[in-house]
């Protein structure tokens, strides 16, 4: 029987998505919700409003209501480090979290995780709460890439995991070899819509892209 789960929800459509399965699904859930971020949708689920930086009183609440597991999801902005106002238990990470933060955001959310991990929660990915989030393996659409797509997808894909290990973004567009962009702080969105309007029309229709999770 899978255990209650901590769902820490930021904005956007997928903590309401996670919640609504473990509803569903039959599984107990307890919803803290991010002041600032998370939507009015999470509202109808047990949980509690927690501010971004309250980490003592987050865990507290967890524990409280009996969650073994916890999940980070949804969408935070980077906030202004000076204008938080954390407890005493997210006043004793916040250098850490600061320097961490330097490095990008996968150090950040690593820190975070692991006062989540060190106090005994397991961690969660949101794939692992929800198995039907990744995409099947293959063409999704009618049209299949061909071998010369395939050789700037899997440059794409080299570029994408290098640049993930330094913890600058996490996709890339290749075309005949060439590397027309690596995302950065813009995100992925940007990234594209800024190939999209610099290339030139000619290539357009070859360029390969992946992004790396």
């Keep these: 029987m899978a255990t209650k789960l901590g769902l820490i929800a930021g ?27 998370a939507g009015a949708d ?37 906030p202004d480090f000076a204008a938080l106002k954390p407890d005493l238990r997210g006043l004793s990470i916040l250098p850490a979290v600061i320097m961490a933060a330097r490095k990008g955001d996968d150090a950040l959310l ?22 039907d989030l990744t995409l099947r393996q293959g063409a999704l659409g009618r049209i299949a890439p061909a071998p010369a797509h395939r050789a700037d997808m899997a440059r794409a894909l080299l570029v994408a995991r ?23 702080q813009e995100g992925t969105d940007a990234m594209l819509r800024r190939v999209a309007n610099e290339i030139p029309s000619a290539i357009r229709g070859q360029v390969g892209a992946y992004k790396a999770s």
Excluded: Y
């Design 110 to 131: 690593r820190v975070i995780l692991n006062t989540f991990s060190k106090e005994g929660f397991l961690i969660e990915g949101a794939h692992e709460a929800k198995s």
């Design 42 to 78: 999470l509202e109808g689920f047990p949980g509690a409003e927690v501010g971004l930086a309250e980490v003592g009183k987050c865990i507290k609440l967890l524990k409280r209501a009996g969650c073994k597991s916890v999940c980070l999801v949804g969408n935070v902005r980077r």
């Design 11 to 37: 904005g956007g459509t997928l903590p309401v998505e996670i919640a609504r399965h473990c509803e569903q699904a039959g599984r107990e859930i307890f919803v803290a919700r991010l002041r600032g971020f």
């Design 162 to 184: 290098k640049i993930g290990e330094l913890d600058i973004g996490q996709g890339a567009v290749v075309c005949n070899g060439l590397v027309l962009a690596v995302e950065a």
